[in-house]
């Protein structure tokens, strides 16, 4: 793919602010107030320009869209400096019902990939009444504690490599001191034919500046491990996701040809959806940031899966 332009890097209009439930959440929020609502959510260590190329081509084609800085990402901060940094996939979902709450928005189609993706899953999955269709780049994302204790072939540990490096305190102070370093080495193994510019890199960068970037990226991988506790508050959530719960509503799941991030084949997660099922591989070279790399495509199957 050719690389983005240093003199032109898109960037959203502006951003607004909403408190919801332990956030004060930083989003972008375009299109027309009455349409068709879309929820954009990015990955780790992404943020939301993700999604800037993807958003204007669903604002043309009538929907409102809202892209949020997940917790411990940009200008998304925490309201409280007593709330515990948690970042067990549960929680992540029940930010997304809280900004959906304060905002007023009683159903959405969700979209999203890697961190994001997950987080569409679950509240596909644990609130269906919510969510109108999903677009779920790498397909199935639901875990649990307990299939996360279980080994791997080597060569596929080998993927997960930066997940044990965070689970030691060498590993949280080395992503703390080299956290743009980090995320650069991430975008370049995740996508190895994305010739991204630097400015690319940098626009995004700045979004791991967050004070509680670090604790929130730590607590999620040593989550899934077993390794760091979550909170009791979610403790149903989580044995409510431990099933593998069918996702019903309509889906349509993506995956780039280059993906070098882990993931796995779209036949061993497709029984997973029980609803109006669709699975797109997008080709050209296209790695694991899916909507940055393939905007058209991303924001085509968006507007599709509303009409499986």
């Known amino acids: ?86 970042g067990q996939q549960s929680v992540l979902a029940n930010d997304v019902i809280e900004l959906m709450n304060a905002l007023k928005i009683e159903k959405a189609t969700l979209a999203g990939f890697d961190w994001g993706a997950r ?8 609130w269906p009444e919510r969510c109108h269709a999903l677009v779920s780049v790498s397909g199935y994302l639901i875990g649990n504690q307990e299939a996360g204790k279980a080994p791997l072939a080597p060569r596929d540990e080998y993927q997960w490599w930066y997940q044990y490096y965070f689970a030691t305190e060498r ?4 992503y703390d001191r080299y956290r743009r370093d980090f995320a650069q080495l991430i975008w370049r193994l995740a996508s190895p034919k994305w010739n991204f510019d630097e400015s690319v890199f940098q626009r995004s960068a700045v979004a791991f ?57 779209p036949a061993s997660y497709a029984r997973r959806f029980s609803g109006k099922y669709m699975h797109r591989t997008i080709e050209g070279g296209i790695g694991h940031n899916l909507p940055q790399e393939a905007p058209e495509a991303f924001a085509r199957a968006v507007m599709d899966v509303t009409n499986l």
Do not use: C
Request: hydrophobic share 40%; charged share 20%.
């Open 1 to 86: 793919m050719p690389s983005a332009s240093p003199e032109w890097v898109a960037a959203f209009a502006s951003l607004k602010e909403v408190d919801a439930g332990a956030l004060s959440v930083r989003y972008a929020d375009a299109g027309p107030a009455g349409g068709s609502v879309v929820l954009l959510l990015h990955g780790w260590p992404y943020d939301i320009h993700s999604f800037v190329e993807v958003t204007p081509l669903l604002t043309a084609a009538g929907y409102r869209v809202v892209v949020p800085f997940l917790r411990g990402h940009g200008g998304t901060r925490f309201r409280s400096s007593e709330t515990v940094r948690n």
């Open 119 to 126: 987080t569409a899953n679950i509240v596909a999955a644990l």
């Open 171 to 174: 590993g949280r102070k080395g």
């Open 209 to 265: 500046d967050n004070a509680d970037h670090v604790s929130i990226v730590i607590h999620n991988y040593r989550w899934r491990l077993g390794l760091a506790e979550g909170e009791p508050q979610y403790d149903d959530l989580e044995r409510r996701l431990d099933s593998g719960p069918e996702i019903i509503v309509p889906t349509i799941t993506l995956e780039g040809d280059a993906n070098g991030a882990p993931h796995l084949e």
